[in-house]
């Protein structure tokens, strides 16, 4: 089976390319939960947020929603960053990410 975030990084599955850099990707969600929604995962398989011990990537990951946001248009009227972590925590794909969703007023309910 395979991860399918390894396989989008690996460029086996097509996605639609936000940004990039040495240790992250940036792209369009397929499923969004809102007018802009960018997903961000780090280029190295790492499962979730408990298994991230590498500083680096995680401020890379961070720099990345930035760029998205901005790339997006929406890094001047806000926008909502979410990682999800294990099973209570929604977690579906076990490899890191984060969302970056915006692009209207969001709902402020967050559980």
């Given at each position: 089976?395979?991860?399918?975030?390894?396989?989008?990084?690996?460029?086996?599955?097509?996605?639609?390319?936000?940004?990039?850099?040495?240790?992250?990707?940036?792209?369009?969600?397929?499923?969004?939960?809102a007018p802009v929604?960018?997903?961000?995962?780090?280029?190295?398989?790492?499962a979730s947020l408990?298994?991230?011990?590498?500083?680096?990537?995680?401020?890379?990951?961070?720099?990345?929603?930035?760029?998205?946001?901005?790339?997006?248009?929406?890094?001047?009227?806000?926008?909502?960053?979410?990682?999800?972590?294990?099973?209570?925590?929604?977690?579906?794909?076990?490899?890191?990410?984060?969302?970056?969703?915006?692009?209207?007023?969001?709902?402020?309910?967050?559980?």
């Amino acid at each position: 089976m395979g991860c399918i975030f390894c396989k989008i990084v690996n460029g086996e599955v097509p996605s639609s390319k936000v940004y990039e850099d040495d240790l992250v990707l940036a792209f369009d969600d397929i499923q969004p939960q809102a007018p802009v929604h960018v997903v961000v995962v780090p280029k190295k398989h790492i499962a979730s947020l408990n298994e991230l011990h590498d500083k680096d990537i995680w401020f890379a990951m961070l720099g990345a929603a930035q760029q998205a946001a901005k790339i997006k248009g929406i890094d001047q009227s806000g926008y909502r960053i979410v990682v999800n972590c294990g099973k209570d925590g929604t977690q579906i794909i076990w490899h890191l990410h984060l969302h970056v969703m915006g692009g209207r007023l969001l709902d402020s309910k967050m559980g």
